[in-house]
Every structure is written in C-alpha cells, then in structure tokens.
C-alpha cells in the first residue's frame, strides 16, 4: 500500500524550479538585450606613407556643422550630393579626402562618411 | 464529500502548464529579436545613417561621451595614456577590427585624436559604433 502511494507522488512533478529559472532567464534577456540595429562605419585617418598618392585623383570634401558637405569647396545640398559625388568619380576622383571642420560633431563626420563611401570611392581617408 | 475534496485538492496546486507555455514563448522572442547590447553606458547616444547592411558586431570596450571623457575596461582614463593601456592589454584581439562607441554630440576632432591614438597602437582597421537606419520605416 505504501508503496503504491509514493509512485502517484512521483507522477506529479513539481514545475516550480523550472518556472523560476525560465522567470529569471526571461528577466535577464529583457534587461540585457536591445532592440537598435547597430552598424559601423570605418575610419580611416591620413597618416605617413600616402604621400605618394596619385593627386590627380583626390576629391576633397569638407563636413561641416549640421550635416553640411562642401565639395571642392562649394557647399552642397542634400538632394544633390550624390550626384556631386557621382561627378567626382566620374571625374576619375577615386580617392576622398574628408576634411572635417572644427565646429562639425560625430553625427554630421558618420552620416558624411556613410554617403561618400556609398558613392564608390575607393579610399576614404579622413583628416581634421 | 467526494465533490468538495477534489476541488481543494484543485486550489491548491493550479495548474502551470499553460503559464510556463506564455513565459517559454516571451523568453524565446527576446533571445531571438534582440541583440545583447555590445557596450555598458546609458549616456551614449550612436550617430545614425543609412545603410542596408549588417555586420556582426562585438562587443566594444572603448567609449567617448559627450563632453570627451575616455572609458576603455569601465575606467576613466586620459587620452595620453590609452595608446598605452591599448599595448598593454593582453585580451585585445588584434585580428578584428577595433570598434569605438563614441556619442553623436562629441566633436568630431575629439573622436579623430581618439582614432589616432588607438591606431598608434598598432590596430589599422578602426570602426566607429553607429545606429543603423531605415529608408522605408525610419528609426525601429
């Protein structure tokens, strides 16, 4: 008889130790993660050894303050810096050279990085 | 009798099956939609752009706030002395490449001597941390 009564308590296995861990597993993740989708965007700084670069094919673009673009010096508007920038590879300007100005932040020197990589140059260096 | 003893035994174990089936689905949607975050500060604020691309991103240890202020490892240090905590530490993966989470608000001249300083370390390929963008949905 004894027996037959501890076999009926095996059967009902008690679930709350799962549950515990499955809460605190589930506090972890919430807390840990984010939901942001993170990207990066390269640096490349002028250093030595690039003084031998072709200077025929150098496009300087000056980033400003507030996302300005200057290209050759001329300021730029949003609506028509990929076609500047498209003109200066066709151009054969393959090499940029972006000049960040003093009053320019990371915001502005990031989304001018991003625009004139996505233009095609092939060497982006960046100086201030 | 036999009616009103079932039922006590009922109340006092509920049954969790379908609890623990909610909390297993929750946690499973937060391991697969999110991403742990790859830096600890909750000032820093990422740069955005456009981009379509992903890249697997690691974790990052060198951070620059807002007003300049160097953490690499959760320590505050001068930007004079990173290039040589970079040298001396010996967990830095020099294969990948180096990624610095620096806030969108910080000037980017401050975020160029950073650069210089990491890549007088001897690290060539260095990244900067961004938020990426959507064209169609804007910010997620």
Redesign the interface.
């Known amino acids: 008889m004894r027996l037959k009564f501890q076999i009926s308590r095996r059967q ?1 296995l008690s ?2 130790p ?2 515990d861990v ?2 605190l ?2 506090v972890f ?2 807390l ?14 002028a ?1 030595a050894g690039n003084s031998q670069a072709d200077r025929t094919k150098l496009a300087l673009i000056h ?1 400003g303050k507030d996302r300005a673009v200057l290209i050759n010096g001329l300021q730029v508007s949003d609506d028509q810096l990929s076609a500047g920038l498209e003109k200066l590879i066709a151009d054969g300007k393959t090499n940029a050279v972006v000049v ?1 100005r ?10 001018g990085l ?1 625009q004139v990589r996505a233009a095609g140059f092939t060497s982006v260096r ?3 | 009798m036999r009616l009103r003893h079932n039922q006590q035994i009922k109340k006092k ?1 509920p049954d ?2 379908s ?2 089936n909610v ?2 689905l ?2 499973i949607f ?2 697969v ?6 830096f600890n500060d909750d000032t820093i604020e ?6 379509d ?3 697997a ?1 690691v974790a990052s240890r060198l951070i620059v706030r807002q007003d300049g202020i160097l953490r690499y490892r959760n320590k505050t240090l001068p930007l004079d002395q990173l290039t040589g905590a970079l040298n001396a530490d010996q967990d830095l993966d020099r294969s990948k ?1 180096f ?2 989470v ?8 401050v ?2 001597s950073v ?2 300083a990491v ?1 007088a370390s001897g690290l060539s ?8 963008q ?1 064209a169609s949905r804007g910010q ?1």
């Open positions: 009902a679930l709350t799962l549950i499955v809460f597993l589930l993740f919430m840990a993660s984010t939901f942001v989708r993170f990207s990066t965007v390269k640096i490349e700084t250093g980033i960040v003093k009053e320019a932040n990371v915001s502005d020197l990031v989304s991003a960046v100086v201030d | 174990q969790l099956t609890l623990i909390v297993f929750i946690l937060f391991i939609a999110g991403v742990l975050r790859p990422l740069a955005q752009h456009f981009e691309q992903t890249g991103i490449p990624i610095i620096a806030d969108a608000r910080l000037m980017a001249g975020l160029l650069t210089r890549r390929d260095v990244s900067i941390l961004t938020q990426r959507q997620l």
